[in-house]
């Protein structure tokens, strides 16, 4: 039987900052995936996968692997479609901002080649945070009150101001006071930002899979940041911290609101002692990715390829806690 030529783009880590510095923070996580990503792939017989891989990355990527290496003198999206013309489906890991993932996605659609993610269509809503939030109110979903910035008048209390398709914690800051408030908003465009009350309570975030309407609950992880001046880092996770997962019944709401999610998806959450709340939905692979394998022995690729034609494998060979360090620094969860 003929192999699926799969094509992997992880953006970072792939060349999509071949003429520019590697934010090394981003490129640590994107590396994390992308390691986890191609060390599924290859555990799958009918499968053959292509890397792009930034000329910075060879020797940190440790499975021998096919690579495209890509330079500075390159142009990657040159490089990206050239390869997509050789390979049967495509695996897109890259940013919301600046419409980087929706782009890509669209590429894929419009090439008539298997596109191994969330449509277009859904990246443009989930990628999103003030659609995401109104979509989210349609719904009936739990979620965090949010206004768009340029509309908000300061009153006391503690607020977080987020890009409105910022990745992770790039473009947040946390706000105590007017005078912080003034400071922040007086240097970002308003127009790009929302703003929300900055909520107490367990981070925690959702592994899924979904398909047409549909969402599959892989695993629950627990966040640990660390707060620098005005912003949060994220510096590990707990992946499958828990084995009560009852409670995430939001996984089938969200499937039916943003019907066109497919394949992993990441929910990112805060929890209270009375409700939960989404913060933010990834529609592609997130960093807890990188512990699913040796937390639960699924292999999360392979059940997402089951997606083409049927609904996913999820039994799990084992089921423990697996903690990610991504900073390198200890912290508590040590």
Not at 209 to 228: D, H
Not at 284 to 301: D, F, K, P, Q, V
């Amino acid at each position: 039987m003929k192999k699926l030529k799969t094509l992997v783009f992880e953006y970072i880590t792939g060349g999509g900052f071949n003429s520019f510095k590697l934010p090394e923070p981003l490129a640590q996580e994107g590396l994390l995936m992308l390691q986890a990503l191609v060390d599924d792939l290859t555990r799958i017989e009918l499968v053959d996968p292509l890397v792009m891989l930034d000329y910075r990355m060879i020797g940190r990527l440790t499975h021998h692997i096919n690579s495209h290496i890509i330079k500075p003198e390159h142009e990657c999206q040159q490089k990206f479609l050239g390869l997509l013309a050789e390979c049967d489906a495509v695996w897109v890991v890259a940013p919301e901002s600046d419409d980087v993932l929706q782009n890509l996605c669209q590429t894929v659609e419009k090439s008539g080649k298997i596109l191994l993610n969330s449509s277009s269509t859904a990246v443009a809503v989930a990628g999103n945070k003030w659609l995401t939030y109104q979509c989210l109110q349609k719904h009936c979903i739990a979620t965090v009150p949010t206004q768009k910035l340029v509309d908000f008048s300061y009153l006391p209390g503690e607020w977080i101001i987020k890009s409105v398709n910022g990745v992770g914690c790039t473009d947040s800051y946390v706000v105590v006071d007017e005078q912080e408030f003034t400071s922040i908003t007086e240097s970002i465009d308003k127009q790009k930002y929302i703003i929300q009350p900055h909520k107490q309570g367990e981070k925690t975030s959702l592994s899924c899979l979904f398909k047409n309407g549909r969402g599959w609950l892989v695993c629950a992880n627990r966040q640990y940041f660390e707060r620098i001046d005005q912003q949060y880092q994220l510096t590990g996770i707990t992946v499958n911290f828990t084995s009560d997962t009852a409670k995430y019944h939001i996984v089938s709401n969200i499937a039916l609101a943003m019907q066109g999610l497919w394949g992993y998806v990441g929910i990112d959450l805060i929890e209270t002692a009375g409700e939960i709340l989404v913060l933010e939905i990834n529609p592609r692979l997130t960093t807890s990715y990188a512990g699913i394998h040796e937390a639960l022995g699924i292999n999360c690729a392979s059940a997402v390829l089951d997606l083409l034609s049927g609904d996913p494998q999820l039994e799990p060979t084992r089921n423990q806690p697996v903690y990610i360090n991504i900073t390198g620094q200890e912290n508590h969860a040590n």
